[in-house]
């Protein structure tokens, strides 16, 4: 039997067959989206949310196909010209990219594969209407301080601040406050099958889209924030969705809360410092990231110093763990182990033991 440690999409968490099973026999995946049935799996799945996230009730949530799709609807509905991004691997390097498809004037910060963000070094343009933060770049591993996002903020207080945590969640303890938006998809910390993403925003990001339509600038079509807006008070899409993954995404979320999100960043927090600690101390593998307050807790990435990506991936597979490849032009030369809640401490302490003796 095969354990995945893949940072996406990864394990299922531990309840999902279970709620697969309990939505076949609720015929979930026959009912309507505009029914009563339909009405209380989202707003339970909202409401799930809010408490694990710690969501203020200001800020409100949608569903779309990806975290992706939220890409360009952010983009769409909330920058008229110009974006600002910060760039230190492929996924945040993507998103501004999408910006210059979509005829727009981005500017960004970037700094090396690896590397983390100083944040006096940070100029962010008077004419950016937003700022696009990467909390957790799933590429490199590496993440952007909580804490630091205040400071952005405080530089940029007239600015949109959205945030990509779609790899940290739901271990990143975010002070909405301090931001106007963040997105995530389902497949990595929250261990659902791939097919959904996460939108959650405030009434800034509503007004903007406003504006920019009053305008005359086209917003897109029935994934608009506004058209998202419009139906997510009533417990409703636009379209169709996907049922069966906002279903089992609240019995997850509901599974979580009863455990404590306390107790899953404590968990977090010992197994990622566990992993570090053993590609510190390994003769063929270290730790891509040196700045320790850069390290994902998530995302573990380290260079292969013996052979290749295969080889370790293969000496683990032999022993049914399953790891990812460097991201793009790494993949022989780095592996990414993913340290979200369905994985267990005792299998962190198995995949570190393992690792020691890769090479020997």
């Not at 952010?74 to 390097?93: D, T, Y």
């Not at 800034?204 to 419009?230: F, V």
Request: proline fraction near 3%.
């Amino acid at each position: 039997m095969k354990i995945y440690l893949t940072p996406g999409p990864s394990e299922n968490y531990f309840i999902v067959e279970e709620a697969i099973k309990e939505a076949l026999q609720k015929k979930v995946t026959a009912i309507s989206h505009r029914s009563k049935e339909f009405k209380i799996i989202f707003e339970h799945t909202v409401t799930q949310l809010k408490e694990l996230l710690q969501i203020p009730d200001d800020f409100s949530i949608a569903f779309t196909g990806s975290a992706n799709e939220i890409w360009e609807r952010i983009l769409q509905n909330c920058v008229e010209k110009e974006s600002f991004h910060l760039v230190n691997g492929s996924f945040s390097r993507k998103f501004y990219r999408f910006s210059e498809q979509l005829n727009l004037s981005p500017s960004k910060y970037e700094v090396d594969f690896s590397k983390g963000f100083l944040v006096e070094n940070i100029d962010v343009p008077s004419s950016a209407e937003l700022i696009a933060l990467i909390q957790n770049e799933t590429s490199s591993g590496v993440q952007f301080p909580i804490e630091n996002i205040a400071k952005i903020r405080e530089q940029n207080k007239d600015k949109l601040i959205v945030v990509d945590a779609v790899s940290s969640l739901p271990y990143a303890n975010l002070d909405f406050s301090q931001i106007d938006s963040l997105y995530f998809s389902v497949q990595k910390g929250f261990g659902v099958p791939a097919g959904l993403g996460v939108w959650v925003y405030n009434q800034k990001m509503i007004e903007k889209a406003q504006q920019l339509e009053a305008k005359g600038k086209s917003i897109g079509t029935y994934h608009s924030i506004l058209e998202l807006d419009k139906y997510a008070k009533e417990n409703q899409t636009p379209e169709t969705p996907n049922v069966l993954a906002i279903f089992v995404l609240g019995k997850v979320v509901e599974a979580m809360n009863k455990k404590g999100i306390a107790m899953i960043r404590r968990e977090t927090d010992y197994k990622a410092e566990l992993l570090y600690h053993t590609l510190e101390q390994s003769e063929f593998l270290s730790p891509l990231v040196n700045e320790k307050s850069q390290r994902s807790k998530t995302v573990i990435v380290a260079n292969v110093e013996k052979g290749t990506s295969s080889d370790v991936l293969a000496f683990l597979e032999k022993r049914g763990i399953i790891i990812g490849k460097g991201y793009g032009s790494f993949k022989d030369s780095q592996i990414r182990i993913a340290n979200f809640p369905t994985h267990s401490k005792e299998l962190m302490e198995q995949v570190a033991d393992l690792l020691m003796l890769y090479g020997k």
